[in-house]
Nanobody, 123 residues
């Protein structure tokens, strides 16, 4: 089992960058695939980017491709989401989630979730 805590959210202007962190507690974190999801008001939670524990590959949603990057530091039990060239439509609560297999785009496939961190991008 793993517990996740996100941090790094805040209020930024369009075009700015922000780095979110997902700190994990529990054993064998390196064995977990981690995904970042986001949920804007009135919308469903959506997949943003994920990193596989199986092969280290990353998977990025088209809407953020070229702007968002995921990375992990297993020694620190932390996964990062680097967000560049932020847009107002990136405003959402961002969640990290973990699962024991490869990356999946469906929220239902992740048993472990953090509490979320708010990102607000002003125009």
């Amino acid at each position: 089992q793993v517990q996740l805590v996100e941090s790094g959210g805040g209020l930024v202007q369009a075009g700015d960058s922000l780095r979110l962190s997902c700190a994990a507690s529990g054993q064998f974190f390196s064995r977990y695939t981690v995904g970042w999801f986001r949920q804007a008001p009135g919308r469903e939670r959506e997949f943003v980017v994920g990193i596989s524990s199986l092969n280290g590959r990353t998977y990025t949603a088209d809407v953020v491709k070229g702007r968002f990057t995921i990375s992990r530091d297993n020694a620190k039990n932390t996964v990062y989401l680097q967000m560049n060239s932020l847009k107002p439509e990136d405003t959402a609560v961002y969640y990290c989630a973990a699962r024991g297999s490869g990356v999946d785009y469906r929220t239902t496939e992740y048993p472990y979730w953090g509490q979320g961190t708010q990102v607000t991008v002003s125009s």
